[in-house]
């Protein structure tokens, strides 16, 4: 009996102590929260769902369930040490979102990784919290609606009070007069008080009011266009060459990783693969054939065209119509009436995208004349190299997912605002990188455990001239 009591007592006393241990690894979502902003909303998405530069990391537990909870945590500190490991998780993750590696993390406590897991989930089950004036709410992010209907109908009722009023007391200052026996009383018309120089100095200060605040709101929003997603002159897929076919972004924008400009890749960069890829899985020969058009190579014979830009147009049609229909033969036996209008088809469409008719320019042959999408003002200064090479920014962090768009759209704002928080959130990665060997104060507390990361902002990336100079 007393054996029995003493094993009861002992798992009650285990109880306890867990019971302890447990509350004093309760999790904190202030911290979590904090915690998130600094080291993962710059590349996962902040309703922790969608796919952004990251994955959606709702359900990063169920995900991580089949490892000890020390492998998840190992992975967040430096996931590129458990992919030379070999770890089944990370190489499975590593696969699917190559070449975009992850930030190491190698400060982050325990504790601080619970933290940022629970909330996590909080988001992913109640959504996010959203601010609205001082008040949290949440259940994700809220549209943004246009309540300009809704102040002019109160302009509009404010004004027609401000009339009837003014009648009043017009009607009163009569009465008054009339009392008073100054004679003769005259009463004040609508007219006259519309026209009175009070209403007319306020109508004045009004428009100037209005005038002035959608001065300056329309130069806050002038060359914003996030969202525009041009057609091109040529349907590129990018789902297809970097997604589908994980063509490393910087092979057809090389100057992103040695200049301040990306580049638009010239047609010769499309001719190293499509001089052997002849006809395009998604549009056969319709989109190819106006790259040929454009630098004169005849896929036929797979040379380039003597003389080209001495041919006329009634040659070079000749040339590339007789392509299209013989892979129209190729495919379906003989030319027919469908093959005659696909052909025509194809040749305007080449004309359409390879000439300015208001030009006057009516030679098919010449650049590819590519619509720009990312276009910072002029007064603003972007260096690729330093963040692609130097800073190791992925290329998603600023346009998003774009191994996944048939059509590119502009995915951030590129507002200062926008850059700015960047800044300020994002870690400097120290290791590894010789251009930050400059830095000694920072190394030196690092080491000594003095600061546990480094920003941009630290740096210096929030100085004016080093955008504006």
Same mark, same amino acid.
């Given at each position: 009996?007393?054996h029995?009591?003493l ?7 285990s ?10 690894q309760?999790?904190?979502l202030?911290d979590g929260?904090?915690? $998130? ?13 969608d796919?952004m530069? !990251?994955?959606?990391l709702?359900g990063?537990?169920e995900?991580?369930?089949?490892y ?6 190992a992975w967040?500190r430096n996931?590129s040490?458990?992919?030379a ?6 190489? #499975? ?6 070449p %975009?590696g992850m930030?190491?993390f ?10 940022v897991?629970?909330?996590i ?17 949440a259940g994700?992010?809220?549209e ?5 209907p809704?102040?002019?109908?109160? #302009?509009?009722?404010l004004?027609l009070l401000?009339v009837v009023?003014a ?5 009163l200052n009569?009465?008054a007069?009339v ?10 018309t609508l ?10 100095? $306020?109508?004045?200060?009004? !428009? ?5 605040? %959608?001065t300056?709101n ?5 060359g ?7 057609d ?11 997604g589908?076919q994980?063509i490393e ?8 990783r040695?200049?301040k400009h990306?580049?638009?890749?010239a047609a010769?960069?499309?001719?190293n693969c499509?001089s052997?890829?002849k ?5 056969g020969?319709?989109?190819?054939t106006?790259?040929?058009?454009s ?7 797979g040379k380039?065209?003597e003389?080209?830009d001495?041919?006329s147009?009634?040659?070079?049609k000749?040339?590339y ?8 033969i190729k495919?379906n036996?003989?030319?027919d009436?469908? !093959?005659d ?6 040749w305007? !469409? ?9 030009s006057?320019?009516d ?6 004349e ?6 910072l003002?002029?007064?603003?200064? $972007? ?10 920014v992925a ?5 998003g997912q ?8 502009q995915h951030?704002?590129l507002s200062?605002g ?7 959130? %994002?870690?400097?990665q120290f290791a590894?990188n010789?251009y930050?060997?400059?830095?000694e104060?920072?190394?030196e ?9 480094v %920003? ?7 100085e004016?001239q080093?955008?504006h100079y």
């Amino acid at each position: 009996m007393t054996h029995k009591l003493l094993k009861i007592s002992l798992l009650l006393c285990s109880f306890f102590f867990f019971s302890l241990h447990t509350s004093a690894q309760e999790i904190d979502l202030a911290d979590g929260k904090t915690s $998130f902003k600094n080291y993962c909303a710059s590349c996962h998405n902040k309703n922790m769902k969608d796919d952004m530069t !990251g994955p959606a990391l709702a359900g990063l537990e169920e995900r991580w369930a089949d490892y000890p909870r020390e492998d998840l945590y190992a992975w967040i500190r430096n996931s590129s040490k458990m992919i030379a490991d070999g770890h089944p998780r990370a190489t #499975a993750l590593w696969a699917t979102w190559k070449p %975009t590696g992850m930030t190491a993390f190698p400060n982050l406590t325990d504790a601080q990784i619970e933290n940022v897991i629970g909330y996590i989930n909080d988001v992913a089950t109640k959504g996010p919290v959203v601010n609205v004036g001082d008040t949290a709410v949440a259940g994700g992010p809220v549209e943004k609606s246009d309540n300009t209907p809704l102040f002019i109908i109160l #302009a509009v009722i404010l004004g027609l009070l401000a009339v009837v009023l003014a009648r009043i007391v017009s009607n009163l200052n009569y009465m008054a007069q009339v009392k008073a026996g100054n004679a003769p009383a005259q009463r004040r018309t609508l007219v006259d008080i519309l026209t009175s120089p009070g209403v007319i100095a $306020f109508l004045l200060f009004a !428009g100037v009011l209005v005038g002035g605040f %959608t001065t300056v709101n329309n130069a806050i929003e002038m060359g914003r266009q996030q969202g525009y997603q041009p057609d091109q002159p040529i349907a590129f897929s990018h789902a297809l060459h970097a997604g589908q076919q994980k063509i490393e972004c910087q092979y057809c924008h090389d100057g992103a990783r040695r200049s301040k400009h990306s580049v638009i890749p010239a047609a010769n960069t499309c001719m190293n693969c499509h001089s052997a890829i002849k006809v395009g899985s998604n549009y056969g020969t319709k989109e190819l054939t106006k790259i040929y058009a454009s630098v004169g190579w005849n896929p036929a014979d797979g040379k380039y065209i003597e003389n080209y830009d001495e041919k006329s147009r009634d040659e070079i049609k000749d040339i590339y119509t007789t392509w299209i229909a013989d892979n129209y033969i190729k495919e379906n036996g003989s030319l027919d009436e469908d !093959g005659d209008a696909l052909v025509e088809e194809q040749w305007n !469409g080449i004309v359409s995208a390879l000439t300015d008719p208001e030009s006057g320019d009516d030679k098919v042959a010449g650049a590819i004349e590519w619509k720009r999408i990312h276009n910072l003002p002029d007064h603003v200064y $972007f260096n690729h190299a330093q963040h692609v090479s130097v800073g190791e920014v992925a290329c998603q962090t600023c346009h998003g997912q774009i191994q996944e768009m048939e059509v590119v759209a502009q995915h951030s704002p590129l507002s200062m605002g926008w850059c700015i928080n960047c800044h300020r959130q %994002t870690e400097v990665q120290f290791a590894d990188n010789d251009y930050y060997n400059s830095y000694e104060i920072y190394h030196e507390q690092m080491k000594a455990g003095e600061r546990d990361k480094v %920003t941009v902002e630290d740096i210096g990336g929030l100085e004016c001239q080093k955008c504006h100079y």
